[in-house]
T-cell receptor, first 114, second 109 residues
């Protein structure tokens, strides 16, 4: 258990489905992140939240919609995804936002879009 | 923008051989972090280097941060099958942590 819990661990969805990924951290961290990891590309930062406010959106398509109701929870809402969106989605947290902070990653949610 | 390049992309070694991965940044870094991702797993933090020229060791792993704080290396002595995985460096800037593409290490017994 890393202190960052992601559910579900595996998800298969059709292109017309709507689903959500959930992340919860028990570390008392203030910053939370969504990363995408696919076989063909390195870790891609998608969204950053600091004190539940979004501070970064790296040109992510609108079919991905993040939500951060508080500093401990982070969601990624998915709708009308494409097969190329199939990837491992990693949630991470750090004490604060900033380049000197160490990230703690969750185990990831493996998404397959049919 | 800031970029962090990591080489090699892949490395195959025989068990007992040494292994080194290198990380280079286009800009001066405030710190460098190293993470390991086992096959089927998630990145796990290994170490953070902050000072120019810093060297840290963790058993068979030696981490170095360059004098100019723009490059770093991870050296594993006498690799074991448990070292298999992808090693990522991450360069810290003012408000960003930029990951390298990672070096995938395969160890043949």
């Amino acid at each position: 258990e890393t202190g960052v819990t992601q559910t579900p661990r595996h998800l298969v969805m059709g292109m017309t489905n709507k689903k959500s990924l959930k992340c919860e951290q028990h570390l008392g961290h203030n910053a939370m992140y969504w990363y995408k990891q696919s076989a063909k590309k390195p870790l891609e930062l998608m969204f950053v939240y600091n004190f539940k406010e979004q501070t970064e959106n790296n040109s992510v398509p609108s079919r991905f919609s993040p939500e951060c109701p508080n500093s401990s929870h982070l969601f990624l809402h998915l709708h009308t995804l494409q097969p190329e969106d199939s990837a491992l989605y990693l949630c991470a947290s750090s004490q604060d936002r900033g380049g000197a902070n160490v990230l703690t990653f969750g185990a990831g949610s493996r998404l397959t879009v049919l | 923008g800031q970029q962090v390049m990591q080489i090699p992309q892949y490395q195959h070694v025989q068990e007992g051989e040494d292994f080194t991965t290198y990380c280079n940044s286009s800009t001066t870094l405030s710190n460098i972090q190293w993470y390991k991702q086992r096959p089927g797993g998630h990145p796990v933090f290994l170490i953070q280097l902050v000072k120019s020229g810093e060297v840290k060791k963790q058993k068979r792993l030696t981490f170095q941060f360059g004098e100019a704080k723009k490059n770093s290396s991870l050296h594993i002595t006498a690799t074991q099958t448990t070292d298999v995985g992808t090693y990522f460096c991450a360069g810290g800037g003012y408000n960003k942590l930029i990951f390298g593409a990672g070096t995938r290490l395969a160890v043949h017994p």
